[in-house]
């Protein structure tokens, strides 16, 4: 390495970051020579210190320049924190205040309304409609059944009767069957089902309901325990009240 | 900066004058030190110290919270020194021109102690001050916050607003300078 020039050791003097010439320094004599001489000059100038002053300094500047310095005007205080702001503030606090509670009683009565309808005394009827229907229909139905049980072959006359009721209950059972699916109930819907197959053979028996046709389906349609099915169904229904029927099926029970 | 320094120049921006006296009396001896090293004389000194004070109250306005106080007029003490040696650099170098002469005086062969001596010391002494004028306002400046205050380089060139690197030459020209100056002493003596 190259001796270090005049900069570079004052670079050295002040950073005291420079490995290479530090070990430059400790191999080289003569810029070790020149390094000691530069630091002797410079902590020479460190002597120049400057006349000590008292705590009392800082009065007597104060004392020399007060007299030069303005007084700055006092800031006037944020529009807020005048009295007509501090007023208006109020005012706009209060309002949306009241603003506030109010959307907050419009929300929760908003959230309660449901529940008031929910205790309301009318809201069982349209299911107990529905009881009333399904007791009827079932009633109808044990009815036909009954007298598709005891038909006689011979007794033409019946068929007529047996066919206009089976198309009667037809859209009832589909109505019947639908609600019993939407409360899930599969017993009922399945009885129902079995009922539907049943009352469309009656209705849409081909070449009219003779006697022939009703003794197949006592047969094929296992008309006794299906008889069977619709009575436990029946007994698992609330009693009803007498007439309650008649009002909401037309009269036809 | 303290919450006291914070408090006290909201004081005085609402109005109380006499608050300042509280900042000045905190900070005056520190902007001394500084003005008289770069100025290198007690009257210019002092001077520095009021121009210092008076320049910071009237910029109080502009003086930003999250700064500290003591930095923020230590910077304005050394600009306010700087200006008025760059004003006086005429009559300092008419001092460098008597400090010639005065250190002609110092050829002194005889080396007894006693009165002589001291009066030696003190006129080595007055050499190595005058030595300083023979530098420039910047370079005078620039050394004296590195070699007395300890600034970094980037501290430095902050404070009198140019770029590092320039900073770092004027250093190096004021050493060099005083070195030569002091060489010359060496001679003398």
Known sequence: MNHLNEEQLIELYYSHDGPEAAR????????????????????????????????????????AIAPRLPVYPARPKPWFRQPLGLGLCSAAACTLL?????????????????HTVAVRPAAPAPQRVVVVLLSDHLDRSERLLVQLKHANADDTG????????????????????????????????????????????????????????????QNEMNTDGLLFEVRVLRSRIPNRQPGQNRRLDGGKA | MGQSDQATIQAVLAGN??????????????????????????????????????????????????????????????????????????RNSRFVTDSDSEADAVQLPDRTPGPEQVLLSREIGAFRE????????LERTAFMLRHMDDCSMEEIASALEIAPNAAKQAVYRAVQKLRQRLALLKVKT
Request: aromatic letters at 8%.
């Open chain 1, 158 to 217: 019946l068929a007529s009767p047996l066919r206009d009721e089976a198309r009667s209950l037809l859209v009832a059972n589909r109505k019947c069957r639908q609600d019993a699916e939407h409360a899930g109930d599969p017993a009922l819907t399945h009885a129902l089902d079995h009922l539907n197959q049943l009352l469309s053979e009656l209705a849409n028996q081909p070449g009219g309901l003779n006697a022939a046709a009703i003794a197949r389906l």
């Open chain 2, 130 to 137: 005058s030595a300083m004028h023979c530098l420039t306002p």
């Open chain 1, 98 to 114: 009241v603003a506030a509670a109010f959307y907050a009683g419009r929300v929760w009565e908003h959230r309660q309304a449901p």
């Open chain 2, 17 to 90: 004058k006499d608050a300042y006296a509280a900042l000045v009396a905190q900070h005056s001896r520190s902007v001394f030190r500084v003005a008289y090293r770069i100025t290198g004389n007690e009257a210019d000194a002092e001077e520095v110290v009021q121009d210092a004070f008076m320049r910071g109250y009237r910029k109080l306005e502009g003086f930003e919270a999250r700064s500290d106080f003591g930095t923020w007029i230590y910077r304005i003490a050394i600009h306010c020194a700087l200006d008025r040696i760059t004003r006086s650099a005429e």
């Open chain 1, 24 to 63: 430059h320094l400790g191999e080289c004599t003569q810029c070790a020579r020149t390094y000691a001489s530069l630091q002797a000059d410079l902590a020479d100038l460190k002597s120049i210190d400057p006349p000590p002053r008292d705590d009392s300094y800082g009065e007597h500047v104060w004392r």
